[in-house]
């Protein structure tokens, strides 16, 4: 064999190896119960549970505790998944900035006892495109007329 085919082959089997392995670390989307089936199995890794905030009528957020003068570090708020089961979820860290005005939250941890301990929030705020969109028709409508 040539020297330029023995180097093709090491490379391809490394980037196997890489694929396999990153693989094997892929979180995935579950629900809060599914979530504390893992926990009770024994699965310590982290998984992403998709759901929405607690609101009243006037689209305050209830069930949201955060106190950053008592404990910055401690965020706890109510979610409700896919299956409408409503979980308490506890995130060690500051409240996320624009959480209050988020629609739709995606937690990323595990379950441990009675609630949910957040590593890592992601927010989507589809207000904040819609403003956007709202503008950007108005100044069209605006240069239209000029």
């Known amino acids: 064999m040539k020297k330029t085919h023995i180097l093709g082959i090491i490379v391809i089997a490394l980037a196997i190896g890489i694929i396999i392995s990153t693989a094997g670390d ?3 989307y579950v629900t809060f119960t599914q979530a504390a089936e893992l926990a009770k199995s024994g699965e310590s890794d982290g998984v ?3 759901g929405k905030l607690t609101k009243n009528a006037q689209g305050k957020i209830i069930n949201m505790v955060y106190q950053p003068q008592v404990d ?3 965020f706890e708020f109510t979610l409700i998944d896919n299956e409408n089961h409503m979980q308490k979820v506890v995130y060690n860290s500051p409240k996320p900035q624009d959480f209050d005005r988020s629609e739709q939250v995606v937690v990323i941890g595990s379950m441990q006892g009675d609630h949910f301990r957040a590593d890592k929030i992601l927010l989507k705020c589809p207000s904040k495109y819609q403003e956007n969109k709202l503008e950007t028709k108005e100044y069209e ?3 239209a007329t000029l």
């Open 141 to 143: 409508a605006k240069t």
């Open 72 to 74: 910055p570090n401690r």
């Open 48 to 50: 992403h549970v998709v």
């Open 26 to 28: 892929a979180s995935s």
